[in-house]
Every structure is written in structure tokens, then in C-alpha cells.
């Protein structure tokens, strides 16, 4: 899936090509409560988007602080900092996190160091970096993505994922080209496996939407997430 050139890897953050200067700024205020967006995989029926906080028997999402990331290759940090707002009020700005990650024009390179800042900023252990290096996934990470996603939000952890997204398999409102990002996971919905997805690149419509978790598990490879 790597189709992007070693020199485009801006796209780590999904906005090579797209100018930063396009992009909403990071002071964009907190999102409490996002609305509809449309369902990512088969691009077709919108599925509401409850409040922020909100929980059912079957359905969880974490309240957070949501910021589009502030340049074309901070992804990372704005993904770090969004789940980092699920635990903390006290949050540092992009650029610090992009300091600590680190983060370059080039982007984040790995995931294991959003895992590293998560513990150090939250004085955790919590966070471990999970790899899916088979593409597409074999059933036994499927199953860990998916116990991962519904024991952490359950006890109020985001998770962060890097994808990489190739032009037949689009997140809402992406651009016609391969993309790698980081994204933060903040909701699941155990009656249809769906997840809830706080995105900082700011192609969709709305700053969160729901994907199918079959859809997510076959971003991730050959990457990871950290849970």
C-alpha cells in the first residue's frame, strides 16, 4: 500500500498535497457535540453521532477536547493531544507535543512514540504500542483491535491509531491518494461494530464519524495503534 513517495511522507499526517495553510487552525474551539457523518465504508447511510460522554449498554464515547491539527504533518500531536483530553484538562499545545513526539516535516515516524508521550504526559504505564504488521489482518489481531477498543473506552482511554489509507479504502471526504495519519479512536458501538473516530485532518465534513470496525482493522496494517 505504500504507494506515496519516501518525500511525500507529509502524508503520515494525510495532507500531502493539501497546503497547511488550507487547514482549520488549531485554536478551532472544542467539539462537545459533533453531528451526523456519513458511514466511511459504504459511503451511504449517515449514522448519528451521540454526545460526547455518551453511553448505552452498547454504545460508549469519551468526552474530549477536539482540535484539527494545526499544520499538514502534525497529526500526530493533534491525535496525541485529543486522547490525551479524554484523562486530562491540563493539555499542552501542538507544537509542544510535536516537540515530544518528536514530529517533523516529515511527520511522526512511529506510533510507539505517541505511545511514550501518552504514559509520560498521564504519569502512566497504561499505553502499550500494538502492531498489526499482516495486511490484511489475521483474525487474532482483528480480535485484540477489537477487545482493545471496548476495554479502554469502557474505562475512559482513547486510543490513537496510524493508518495508512490508500485511495480504495477512504476514510469520509479523503482526497484521491494514498494517505498515512494518525486518528484517535473515542467511541465504539457493540450493536453494529462500529467505532467512533475523532480525525484531525479535517477532510470530512464534521470532525468526528463513525467507521466499520472491519474498515478500521484493515487501515491500521501495516502500522499499529496505541491502546
Not at 38 to 67: D, H, M, R
Not at 71 to 99: D, V
Not at 100 to 124: A, C, F, M
Not at 180 to 187: L, N, P, Q
Amino acid at each position: 500500500m505504500r504507494h506515496t513517495p519516501p518525500k511525500l511522507r507529509a502524508a503520515l499526517c494525510g495532507l500531502t498535497l493539501v497546503a497547511a495553510s488550507a487547514l482549520p487552525m488549531a485554536s478551532t474551539p472544542a467539539i462537545a457535540h459533533p453531528v451526523a457523518a456519513v458511514s466511511a465504508e459504504a459511503a451511504a447511510t449517515a449514522k448519528p453521532v451521540p454526545a460526547l460522554g455518551f453511553s448505552t449498554q452498547t454504545l460508549k464515547t469519551l468526552n474530549i477536547q477536539f482540535q484539527y491539527q494545526s499544520t499538514g504533518y502534525w497529526c500526530g500531536p493533534a491525535a496525541t493531544r485529543i486522547a490525551l483530553s479524554a484523562k486530562t484538562s491540563n493539555l499542552p499545545s501542538q507544537q509542544q507535543l510535536a516537540y515530544e513526539l518528536p514530529t517533523d516535516e516529515e511527520g511522526t515516524d512511529h506510533i510507539s512514540q505517541v505511545t511514550r508521550v501518552l504514559n509520560n504526559r498521564l504519569n502512566t504505564g497504561y499505553y502499550e504500542t500494538k502492531s498489526m504488521p499482516n495486511d490484511p489482518p489475521t483474525q487474532s489481531q482483528r480480535d485484540l483491535l477489537w477487545h482493545d477498543i471496548t476495554y479502554d473506552i469502557d474505562r475512559g482511554w482513547a486510543l490513537v491509531a496510524n493508518i495508512v489509507a490508500p485511495a480504495n479504502n477512504h476514510p469520509p471526504g479523503y482526497p484521491n491518494y494514498t494517505i498515512w495519519h494518525y486518528f484517535t479512536v473515542i467511541g465504539y458501538d457493540s450493536s453494529d461494530q462500529t467505532v467512533l473516530i475523532a480525525d484531525p485532518a479535517g477532510f470530512a465534513d464534521t470532525p468526528t464519524y463513525w467507521l466499520t470496525f472491519n474498515q478500521l482493522a484493515t487501515l491500521i496494517p501495516p502500522k499499529g495503534y496505541s491502546a
